[in-house]
């Protein structure tokens, strides 16, 4: 069965703190992305990654950064915690273009 | 314009209704198409592909018009359990993008 594992599902972080949310997938995927999602704004994608130490901006990576250093571990980075980064993180993976995306349950970050 | 639409609900219905979702996109050269549910507070999980004959499993069927540039998702007999949010993904090679959602409660 499929399993995109997010270490961490609820956090509390204060502001300035460095936060890292990891995701481990066991499928031998080779895309893994980096979603956050809040109401009324959908999905959106931070950063992803097609290859070990590959990685492109998404649509909002600004505050963010991440790591890819095995295949199956894409973790994301915020350097310097803020409250607007107050959000629920998705990590997903896939075979590559065009194949089923599956994603990890989510972390639920609160930044104070 | 969003690159992907979707007419944001609620949609509220009563057990056992017809309910049909669409969803608009702006690439023509979009190649692949999904609908997701997302129940509150979980991770989105696949419903079913769609393809361009149209597609069907059970009460839910996908449907894709490549000239009007639209998908559509149709459930009948609807149940309590199909509420949820339900996501439509549009993909272009490594690029997905999601629709925001259409929210579904399903009443008794």
């Known amino acids: 069965d499929v399993k995109v594992t997010q270490s961490s599902r609820y956090l509390v972080k204060r502001t300035g703190e460095k936060v890292f949310l990891e995701c481990v997938q066991d499928?031998?995927?080779?895309?893994m992305f980096w979603y956050r999602q809040d109401p009324g704004l959908g999905l959106r994608l931070i950063y992803f990654?097609?290859?070990?130490?590959?990685?492109e901006k998404g649509d909002i990576p600004e505050g963010y950064s991440v790591s890819r250093e095995k295949k199956e571990r894409f973790s994301l980075i915020l350097e310097s915690a803020s409250t607007n980064q107050t959000s629920m993180y998705l990590c997903?993976?896939?075979f590559g273009p065009g194949n089923t995306i599956y994603f990890g349950e989510g972390s639920w970050l609160t930044v104070v | 314009r969003k690159e992907v639409e979707q007419d944001p609900g609620p949609f509220n219905v009563p057990e056992g209704a017809t309910v049909a979702f669409n969803c608009t996109y702006s690439?023509?050269?979009?190649?692949?198409f999904f609908w997701y549910r997302q129940d509150c507070r979980k991770e989105p999980k696949l419903l079913m592909s769609?393809?361009?004959s149209g597609n069907e499993d059970g009460r839910f069927t996908a449907q894709l018009n490549r000239a009007s540039q639209y998908i559509s998702l149709l459930i009948r007999d609807s149940k309590l359990s199909d509420s949820a949010t339900y996501l439509c993904?549009?993909?272009?090679?490594?690029?997905?993008?999601f629709g925001a959602g259409t929210r579904l409660t399903v009443k008794p």
């Open positions: 997903a993976s896939s």
């Open positions: 993904v549009v993909t272009l090679s490594d690029d997905m993008r």
């Open positions: 990654s097609y290859d070990v130490k590959m990685k």
């Open positions: 769609v393809y361009s």
């Open positions: 690439n023509s050269a979009s190649q692949s």
């Open positions: 499928m031998d995927h080779e895309n």
